[in-house]
Structure formats: C-alpha cells, structure tokens
C-alpha cells in the first residue's frame, strides 16, 4: 500500500497511483484535497498530508520550485506532518486564508498553520515568506518534515550553504532561505528535521525568497506569532468589507477570498487560475497554463466583486486595462488579446515541459499558452461590461478610457461578423459562435447605456444601428426552428451552454418562448443531477483528443438562468446540489469528473465568481 491522505471529508484515503509507476510507482494527492494559501504576487497549493506540492516563486507565472503535483519524482516539495499514523482534517482559520491542517494521533493532536504574510512594503512583500507554524494543541506528537525544492520546473541543480542560521537552497537564477526553530540535517542537496512537540510547544519553519536586496533573516518564534495574527488582522478587514449578508455567506465570503488570493497586488492583474496543467481528463492531453490574465475572466471577477462591495479590486484592474490593454496594438487577434502576463506582457509563447510526467501521468505539462494568439470577439463584451458597471457602481471612467472605450466599440462594429475560435478556446478551427456575437452586442449596448447616461460624445445612430443587426442576426441565424434551441454558431445544430448568458446578459427575456425551449433542451441534453457539459465534443469537435468532465461555470450559470426563468424551486436545489461538489474547504476546480472529482487547474476563478453571481441572485429572487 502506498502513503496514505486525507480525503475531501478528511477522512484517511490512499493517493491515487500513477498509470504507468503502477503498485510502487509515483503517488499523487487529488486535485480536490489542497487549500491554496498566497501573498496576492504567488500562491502555494498545501495538501490535506501536510505537504507544499505547488509554488512558483517569485511570482504566479514563475518557474516553480515545488512540482510534485505535476511530477513526484523531479517537481520538488515541502513535506511537513504527524511522523506517525495519522487522520487528517483542514480548515481556514475563520474568514482568512489562513490554511490549518489537523493531525490526529494516538497520543496527541498537532496543526500546521500556513500563510504567506501581505505586505505594503515592498522589501518586505519581495522576501514572499512562507510560513509554517506548528503547534501541538493536545499531548504529544512527533514531526518530521522534508523540503525538496527543484529550480526551473526541476530543470536546474541547486547547492545547499548556511548564513548564519539560514540555510540557503541556491540556483543560477533563483535562491531560497530556510530558517527553523528545529534542528535541520543535510540530505544531500535537500533538508530534513524530526521533533516532537508536547501540549503548548510550537515549532517554526519559514521559506523566503533571497536577493534583489532581501538579506536572510531568521523567523523566531515571536515573529511567527506576530505575523500570523498580522495576517489574520489584513484578511478579516478586507473581508469587512462585503456587503453579502445572504443565505449562504461563508461559500460567497470563501469564494471571495479566493479571487482574492488570485489578484497579483502590483499591477492589479487577476489571474484565472494558480497552477498550470492540471488535467480536464486524468491521463488526457486537455492540459493548459492558466496563470495568466484572461481578459474575460478578470472582467468576470470585477462584477462579481463589485456585486459584494469590494471597489478596490475593480479599481485596480481598471488600472491594469488602462497601462497595458490599450487598443490599437495591431495585434492579428484584434486590439485585445484573449490574455497578458501578469506584468501586461503579450508573449505567452506555449511549450511543453517533457521531462515532467504530469498528474497521474497526464502529459503533456505545458508553459505559456498558444490561445493567446486567438480571435476572441466575446472579450470585448466582457471588459466593456466591466467598465461599464465599474463606471456605475465605482467611480466614473476618464476621458481617456472613454476614448479607449469607443476605440473597441469601433473595431468591434467593424469586425463583429467574423468567426473566431469562440469562449472555449477550440483549436479545431474558427466558426461563428452564437456567443461570440452575443458579447459583441453587449459591448456596443453597455457603450450606449454609458454614453446616455453620462452625457458622454459617442455616434449614437451608427452605434444603435450596429447593435440592432447584431441582434437580430442572432435571432435569425442562430436560432434552430428544427430543434427548438439556440445553437453554438450560425446554421449550425449543436448546443452550447454558452448561449446560458443570454438572459444573464439582458439580450433576451429570461420568460422569452424561444429561450425556454433553449432551456428545456439545454437540460435534456447537457444538463446531468444539476452539472453542465459546456458542450459535446462528440457532436462538436473542438480539435483535442479525448472528452473532458462538466464545466462548473456553466452549472452556475444554469442556476442564475432558472432564478431569471422564475424557477426558484429548481435553482435552489440545482445551487444546493453544485455547493457538494466544492472540496473540503469550498473550493472548486474548473470542472468536475463523472464520480464528482475535480478536474483541471485549481482552484479556478471562473466558477467561484459565477458561484458569487449565482448565489446573490437566487438570494435577492427568495427574498
């Protein structure tokens, strides 16, 4: 039998072995049995076992330094647990991402805090300490604990050396500081430790990141408390701010946290997930980077965070769009691209990291991604729906991105007609996604709602003119009369969860004839006990081998359109039954597998957004 885990209900379970290691190969904890903790630059991902498999130093899109997750031979980790048989539960301290995982032993139970502190200050928030604090909360417990980082995507040797009581990993281009109230041993180039705690005793071991001027330093036990009660202080004050007092508040407010923990605080990018290749099917190719901004999906986050109170977030983006998505970049994807780095860069170049063997062997591990050179027209609809409720609920645009505003309303007036690779990123070829024209409509619709309402210089009648042939060219060519249903592109008889946002959007009635029968026919076939397949790659080929699990966001959307349709009853229950499928701590992949696991990168800022939506309508239709 191999090493055992918690499970999602914290209850021991065996890792999950690796396809071709077999029996005594390589064992990996699921994708669902992680919290993510981070320091809005980077995140870790720490496993219900106690151990970092996850984190990419100094910054979300940098090379990682622990992998295991991806590989658990050469990606590198930190293991710190019990040193003896154990159960295992784990729990954010409350309304924190302050991640505590439990040991429950024969004699004695122990925790391990994690966090990473935030800081204003930028020689502080540049260390991107990682903290782990170990207490023994009744008895006696033994721990040991292992830390294996491996540079580069464990592509790049690395040498151990001590300064003064920090012991220093260090790589050609990455150096990490290691100080530990705990004796360390040297195990060749990695570092071990055993001890045991009794009832009230505490052990410190804390990882920062050296150089560019941060010298190390030694994390006492003082400091550890310090910075854990200064970290518990900043994530409860942000969290004060929501304005959600619904039903279900600590899946909202969880949520909350986690798009939180996804924002990169220098520039205010949002990213769209903190990990790269973790499979859509286990032992699939559907493997992508998602560590990058997409601009749907931070446009996305910005009405979800809104809709709670949280202006600052909005703001910040808005600030991001304003220094580096500026149109007129002549890009062949149009002004915008689909995605930028974290830093506003624009080359993503993909590539795909052979000497990893993925998850559960799922290859390839890829970098970068190829999508960024897609045509996406829906973008645009997205980030000018953004701006357009940022201009209402935050602060009024400027001239300038009133400009910029009727630049993209422009080029999409002129450009709206072409097909594209659509919302789900196919790279099985371009058609004309119903979607796709739906979000070009509300891209120049909410430019016209902002112009009237502000008074602002805009060509109304070109504009409206638009608009209305975006419409009823929808009506005409995306409706099927033969299967009684909307399609997923023009002329075409395949259905798409997509055209969900119709109503969400305002395009059409939620109680419309035509959308109810999309509906009803959405819900026969891609609807499985309130899970939503995006589409059918079977009848809708999407270039890629393989199939690929229900796609939570759609799920979300399914519920916000039953609220919209009246349905209250069945939206409760379909939003009810989604809020199982979350992993022991609330949070959600992009997609969940046909046994209820979940599937993809994790966790994914998509479907907690679309929960945030979901969940504050059907609260607003119960009353």
Known sequence: MGATTAGADGTPGERAGDGPGGAGGPRYVPIADHGLIGDLRTAALVAVDGTIDWYCCPAFDAPSVFASLLDADRGGCFELAAAVPARKKQFYFPDTNVLITRFYTEDGVGEVQDFMPVSQDPAESSRHRLIRRVLCVRG?????????P???????SHTLRKDGEVTVFESERLSLGLNATVPLTWDGVDVTARFELTEGETAVLALDHLGGGVAPRGCAHTEAEDRFEATVRYWRRWLAASRYRGRWREMVHRSALTLKLLTYAPTGAIVAAPTTSLPEEIGGERNWDYRYVWVRDAAFCVYALLRLGFSEEAEAFMGFVSRHISPGD??????????????????????????LEGHLGSAPVRVGNAAAEQLQLDIYGALIDSIYLYDKWAEPVSSEQWDHVCALVEWVGA???????????????????????????????????????????A????WQACR?????????????????????????????????????????????PKWLR??????????????????????????????????????????????????????????????????????????????????????????????????FNLDRALG
């Open 140 to 148: 006696t417990v033994p721990f040991r604990a292992r830390v294996a």
């Open 150 to 156: 491996r540079f580069d995507y464990g592509t790049r």
């Open 330 to 355: 002549g890009a062949p994807s149009g002004p915008l691209q689909i995605m930028y780095g974290i830093d506003g860069r624009t080359d993503l170049s993909e590539a795909e990291l052979a000497h």
């Open 415 to 457: 450009h709206w007609d072409q097909p594209d690779e659509g919302i789900w990123e196919t790279r099985g070829g371009r058609r004309k996604f119903l979607y796709s024209r739906l979000m070009c409509w509300v891209a120049i619709e909410r430019a016209i709602r902002m112009a009237h309402r502000r008074g602002l210089p």
């Open 459 to 462: 060509d109304l009648p070109r």
């Open 468 to 512: 209305d042939t975006i419409y009823r060219r929808i009506m005409s060519h995306g409706w099927s009369e033969e299967r009684g249903a909307f399609m997923q592109h023009e002329d075409g008889d395949v259905l798409d969860a997509a055209v969900l946002m119709m109503p969400l959007t305002k395009f059409i009635a939620p109680t419309d």
């Open 518 to 615: 999309t509906l009803a026919s959405l819900t026969e076939e891609l609807v499985s006990d309130s899970l939503v397949y995006r589409y059918d790659p079977g009848v809708s080929p999407d270039g890629l081998r393989g199939g690929e699990g229900t796609f939570s966001i759609c799920s979300f959307w399914y519920v916000e359109s039953l609220t919209r349709a009246g349905r209250l009853d069945e939206a409760r229950l379909a939003f009810e039954k989604m809020l199982t499928y979350a992993n022991h701590l609330g949070l959600y992949a992009e997609q969940i597998g046909h046994g209820g696991e979940q599937q993809g990168n994790f966790p994914q800022a998509f479907t907690h957004l679309s929960l945030i939506s979901a969940a």
